[in-house]
């Protein structure tokens, strides 16, 4: 079993910056690629970044490309997303997700495990 705690949410204009953090509770946190996602209201949660085992790897949705930075530190258990320049659009909960597999990172059907999210909300 992983629980995964989100924190690091909160309002900020546009052009600002948050990072989140995602607390992994689980033995063999490198045993499991992370990702984010995010879900405004009334829309179908949507991937945002993944990272790998390791973090060798990591993948972005185009819309955060080049804004957004996902990392991981396995020796904390924690997974983080840095977003810079953040746009009204980016208003969402946002989602830490852990995976095994990961077979198809962008699908959130994919993951076996969620957290409880975070409000982030960009103003104009």
């Known amino acids: 079993q992983v629980q995964l705690v989100e924190s690091g949410g909160g309002s900020v204009q546009a052009g600002g910056s948050l990072r989140l953090s995602c607390a992994a509770s689980?033995?063999?946190?490198?045993?499991?690629?992370m990702a984010w996602f995010r879900q405004a209201p009334g829309k179908e949660r949507k991937f945002v970044a993944g990272?790998?085992?390791?973090?060798?790897?990591?993948y972005y949705a185009d819309s955060v490309k080049g804004r957004f930075t996902i990392s991981r530190d396995n020796a904390n258990n924690t997974v983080y997303l840095q977003m810079n320049s953040l746009k009204p659009d980016d208003s969402a909960v946002y989602y830490c997700?852990?995976?095994?597999?990961?077979?198809?990172?962008?699908?959130?059907?994919?993951?076996?495990?969620w957290g409880q999210g975070t409000q982030v909300t960009v103003s104009s």
């Open positions: 689980v033995r063999t946190f490198s045993s499991y690629a």
């Open positions: 990272v790998s085992w390791t973090g060798s790897t990591t």
């Open positions: 997700a852990a995976d095994s597999r990961w077979s198809d990172y962008e699908n959130r059907y994919e993951y076996d495990y």
